[in-house]
Structure formats: C-alpha cells, structure tokens
C-alpha cells in the first residue's frame, strides 16, 4: 500500500473514532428454516478470487480500492441443484416446473416448501415473471448496520441466468428477518439453472463508519432473538410500507441480541 492510500486510510479510522465509531462491526448469522434440514445451507463465506500473481506492480489485484472492495462482500452458496422453466397449466396459468423430471435431485414437496411463483399482479412487467426461493439466513447486529443482497456480479458465469436477481437492503439492527431469493425471470424460452455450491447471492454490509470492517459470526439463537424474529416476520402479509414499522421494533427489541455460538 503506498503512502498516501495508508494516509488516508488512517485518517478516516481516527476521524470515524474521534466520532465515537466503531473501526469494526460483529454481525451475527443463522439459518431460520422452519422445515428443518439446516444442514443445506452453507455458511456465509468470504469473496476471494484465484487469480495469479500479479506480473506487475500496477496490477489490479494490488490496487487497495479493488481489495477492500472485494474483501467488503460475502458469498451465499446456492443450496441445491436444480433446472427451473416457466410452463403454463391446464387452466392457463404459468407454473413452475422443474426440467430434471425423475432425475430432479429434489422431490415436489421440498419444491414447493422452498419456491414460489409470484401471482402477476404482483411482477414489475406483465412478461417477466417474479419467483422466490426461500433463503433463511438471518444477519443481526447490536449497533447500526444494513444488509445490501445482491446479484453475485463478482463472479462469472459460463451461462448466464436469464433475469435479473432482485436486490434489497434493511437494517439488521432492527430487522434481523430471514432473506429471500427473488428472481425476475426476463426470458422465459430459457432454464433457470442453479447449482449447488455456486454463488447465489452476495451480501455486504453498511455502517455508521464507512472505513469500518465487519466480523462475521455464526449466531446463537437465542430465546430473545427467536421471539424476536417472530414479532416482525411475514408482517408484509398484513401491512404495506413495513420501513414505517420499524420506530415500533426498536422500542420492542432487547438491549443486546448478538451472541457468537461457542
């Protein structure tokens, strides 16, 4: 790192402390699947990439921006092997099925308990369908901090998926409910093909200290944090604009929530 990167890097942590800001950040993870089977879900893990040894010291895999950039993300693996179509039914209506037919990896219960097609009412474009798959990871912090979920756009795809992967951003000192996966299916003439173990998602994380790094812990679950979590997940089936709920979540939410699994 040369001088004046380190210069700036140092004046941003004294300023951010001088503020009373926190140089780094635990946050908690967990999986909340209420089918069971946690043992698919993968931990968080950190980006890194493969690439050789830089030939120059000019190289992009010595610039500080890229690093730190890169270092910010965390990689979800994609839990199960599957090949998805959009098909229409007897009635009319598009459903989801899978390609793999009796060779699928997974049965139609496991299917249906984890995906669903979104009614078209309820897509941004009469032409692009909407699916979700549940992706119950839950992040929680005890001092300011956002989630950002996002498309895996660090790595590169031989095939890419025919859509767009639908972002969000929440604060998980506040919110900490279970993610989702959600889809917006552009070409429907081709599969959507997931594989196990590939990037699903990344998520990174914002917070009161832009300089500040984040520690990444496995969660307990702790009774507080079970009940909790159950005070503010699903309200989206009662109430719209659920961002105005959370001036109410804060004065239900316990002093502390973050426990590290021993």
Not at 216 to 231: F, G, K, N, P, R
Request: aromatic share 12%; glycine share 4%.
């Amino acid at each position: 790192m040369k001088w004046e990167d380190q210069f700036a890097e140092d004046f941003d942590r004294d300023e951010s402390e001088r503020k009373g800001r926190s140089r780094s950040v635990t946050v908690g993870w967990t999986v909340r699947f209420p089918q069971g089977s946690d043992a698919i879900w993968a931990p968080p893990k950190p980006f890194t990439r493969n690439d050789p040894k830089p030939a120059s010291a000019k190289s992009v895999q010595v610039c500080p921006a890229a690093i730190d950039f890169d270092r910010r993300h965390f990689v979800i693996p994609c839990p199960i092997d599957i090949t998805l179509s959009v098909m229409r039914g007897p009635n009319g209506q598009l459903q989801l099925a899978d390609m793999d037919g009796e060779k699928s990896a997974m049965r139609p219960q496991g299917r249906n308990s984890m995906m669903m097609l979104h009614p078209q009412s309820e897509w941004r474009h009469p032409e692009r369908p909407i699916i979700q798959i549940v992706a119950p990871y839950v992040f929680v912090a005890d001092e300011p901090c956002y989630v950002v979920q996002t498309a895996p756009y660090l790595d590169w795809f031989p095939t890419p998926r025919p859509g767009l992967m639908m972002g969000g951003r929440f604060p998980v000192h506040i919110w900490p409910r279970p993610l989702s996966w959600g889809f917006e299916w552009h070409d429907v003439s081709k599969p959507l093909v997931l594989k196990r173990g590939e990037p699903w998602f990344y998520v990174r994380f914002e917070t009161e200290n832009p300089a500040a790094h984040v520690r990444l812990v496995e969660q307990e679950m702790t009774e507080d944090l079970s009940t909790y979590i159950d005070s503010i997940i699903d309200v989206s089936n009662y109430v719209n604009k659920t961002y105005s709920l959370f001036g109410e979540a804060r004065r239900m939410r316990p002093d502390r929530l973050v426990k590290p699994k021993e």
